[in-house]
């Protein structure tokens, strides 16, 4: 019998009631009798003297019938003076809960809620507290996260916003002007090219000379390079027409507002479409109106002042002229695209780009020929040669080559690319304000989101502190109401040990 009081009742939590039916320590309609106890706390609460713990015990928790027994004690002394002769109280607060004690004792009603309690903290309470506790912490990281690949977005957006800048030669504080303002320095840069263009004497005669040696070409070779080396960035209208203008009348371009937005942008894919500005060349606008100094008014076949002269009589030769932009003009006055420099205009630059590449594959080429040793064939067909061919070196080649390659760097560099397109369209200068200023909005509105979040993530915290305090009052409630549970159903079996297992909240 010894070892028998000795062992311990181990008792699953969640099968507690269970247990208890079955042993019939509790009655199967204990519900019924609670819902009736529950109504006379409901009342009783309402009427009940300024005391601190009986304060504390009717905040906010589920009074059970461990917390009455502890009320009829504390009215014990606040209603002592009701007490009469024979014990017993007259006052109504303590006849009420005394009620109540009894109405929990009678088949043993108080250990069934008490268990259902139990079991509801421990099953569901808690885990619920948890869970929402985890959800807070996840959102936590989820938002922090977030703020940092905002902050990470936004920053990359600005950089590359300053990068972009920096590709233009801008600093980014107002950027139409200070496109505009780089486009007025372009003739300064460009003529800077041309007097480099005449350090390629050199080049264009071993070209020249190589050519004529090796294919007996007697056509002139690089038209444009050899203009440019002798004559420097000139005029179009010199380039055109082998005479210099006396007078130079340069094109306005107009200037766009500093950084305005507009909803009017370049095409830049579909030509011919049929839309109102044709792009030609980099985005080049040839507006309507201009003179291109053909007239298609009737008469204007016949001889005078506005007409072509096709000569003086049927019988003699017929020569026809080839008429280009700009010949309306008084002789000697470049004006409109004619005003142009070489490397201004579209057509001669590309021609001059052109030409530096067909020089730089030249070189390229002899310097891959001169690397190649003991061919006797080439040995033998050089011979011949001018002094110019045969007294070059490998290394000298290179340097040519590095001198022609940089004089393409310059010009087909991006920044340059971007000066040619603004100076042949001035919406230019908005789209790419535009573009620009839309990575920085960007930016601004990651920054806001960034802020956003983190008043998410600020009220996932205040949730989280609000959730932890539940969380230790119910384990502390749970563990005394365990131990509580524990003694009387020790009780019952002569001071047992009684274990109920799986109390975790």
Not at 161 to 178: D, F, L, P, S
Not at 269 to 282: A, K, L, M, P, W
Not at 335 to 360: K, N, W, Y
Not at 433 to 450: G, N, P, T
Request: charge should be negative.
């Amino acid at each position: 019998m010894e070892n028998i009081q000795n062992l311990p009742i181990d008792i699953q939590t969640s099968k507690l009631l269970d247990w208890l039916l079955d042993r019939r320590h509790c009655n199967l309609k204990w519900q019924s009798a609670v819902m009736a106890i529950r109504e006379k706390i409901n009342s009783a609460i309402q009427d009940m003297p300024e005391n601190e713990e009986i304060k504390q015990l009717l905040s906010g928790s589920y009074i059970h019938y461990f917390h009455c027994l502890r009320i009829v004690e504390i009215l014990k002394g606040t209603e002592a003076s009701s007490k009469n002769i024979f014990g017993r109280y007259s006052s109504q607060r303590m006849k009420d809960w005394q009620e109540i004690v009894s109405l929990y004792e009678a088949d043993n009603v108080y250990l069934a809620e008490t268990a259902s309690l139990l079991s509801r903290s421990v099953s569901y309470e808690g885990p619920a507290l948890r869970k929402q506790v985890a959800k807070a912490k996840q959102l936590q990281q989820e938002l922090s996260r977030r703020e940092v690949e905002c902050q990470s977005s936004a920053a990359d957006l600005r950089e590359r916003y300053y990068t972009a800048c920096k590709q233009y030669g801008i600093t980014g504080e107002n950027v139409a002007r200070e496109l505009q303002a780089l486009v007025k320095d372009l003739p300064t840069v460009l003529g800077e090219v041309g007097k480099d263009a005449a350090k390629l004497q050199e080049h264009i005669q071993l070209y020249s000379t190589f050519t004529n040696f090796v294919c007996e070409w007697s056509e002139p070779v690089l038209p444009m390079l050899a203009f440019a080396q002798r004559r420097g960035n000139t005029t179009f209208y010199e380039w055109r027409t082998g005479e210099a203008p006396t007078v130079v009348d340069r094109p306005v371009m107009e200037e766009a507002p500093a950084d305005t937005v507009t909803e009017e942008t370049i095409d830049w894919g579909d030509f011919g479409s049929g839309t109102e500005t044709q792009e030609v060349n980099f985005g080049i606008k040839v507006e309507d109106g201009v003179d291109w100094g053909i007239s298609l008014e009737p008469g204007s076949e016949e001889t005078g002042a506005g007409g072509i002269d096709w000569g003086e009589s049927e019988a003699a030769p017929i020569e026809i002229e080839i008429v280009d932009v700009g010949t309306d003009c008084p002789d000697g006055v470049a004006r409109g695209e004619d005003a142009l420099t070489v490397l201004e205009h579209p057509q001669s630059r590309s021609q001059f780009i052109d030409e530096l590449m067909e020089l730089e594959v030249f070189l390229t080429q002899r310097m891959s020929e001169m690397a190649e040793e003991g061919d006797v064939v080439a040995m033998s067909q050089f011979q011949l040669a001018p002094s110019i061919i045969q007294g070059q070196t490998r290394e000298h080649i290179l340097e040519m080559k590095v001198a022609v390659q940089h004089l393409l760097d310059r010009l087909t560099s991006l920044r340059m690319q971007h000066l040619f397109m603004i100076q042949a369209s001035p919406r230019y200068v908005e789209r790419v304000s535009e573009v620009l200023r839309q990575k920085l909005k960007q930016a601004d509105i990651l920054v806001l989101k960034r802020a956003t979040l983190a008043e998410k993530r600020q009220e996932a915290l205040e949730e989280q502190a609000k959730l932890e305090p539940r969380i230790d009052l119910l384990a502390g409630r749970t563990r005394e109401l365990q131990k509580l549970i524990e003694t009387d159903i020790s009780k019952r079996y002569n001071k047992r040990p009684v274990n109920l297992m799986g109390v975790i909240v």
